[in-house]
């Protein structure tokens, strides 16, 4: 009876730490969709500098949310690889490219399953 209830114990543990797992995800995945769209925004407005800023937010961001389960993150590693070339973009003053990268990787993000 003692193994049992400390199976069930166990298992409940493991499920309540899972959680904050997925929330966690969620939450970075949301942050960088919101970053990017603010980059998005400052790069159709031509602000190269406001575009460079929200990028590197997003790519944070896709960056966690890509780590806490790598496994199911097709979709962030692709927006991670457009953040980076929107970043680099962004940094050389070429808004309209940036843009394009940074739109790139919204619908990666919006693909993701978290």
Do not use: C, F, P, W
Not at 39 to 62: C, F, P, V, Y
Not at 66 to 79: G, I, L, N, T
Request: cysteine-free.
């Amino acid at each position: 009876m003692k193994t049992l209830t400390s199976m069930i114990a166990m298992s409940a543990l493991a499920m309540l730490m899972s959680v904050n797992v997925y929330a966690d995800d969620g939450v970075h995945t949301s942050e960088a969709m919101e970053h990017a769209g603010k980059a998005q925004a400052h790069g159709e407005d031509g602000h190269a500098k406001e575009l460079t800023k929200h990028a590197k937010e997003s790519l944070e961001h896709a960056k966690h949310a890509q780590k806490a389960h790598a496994d199911a993150h097709h979709h962030m590693d692709e927006a991670v690889k457009h953040l980076e070339e929107g970043i680099k973009h962004g940094e050389m003053g070429h808004a309209d490219v940036a843009t394009k990268h940074i739109e790139d990787a919204i619908k990666h993000m919006r693909e993701s399953a978290h």
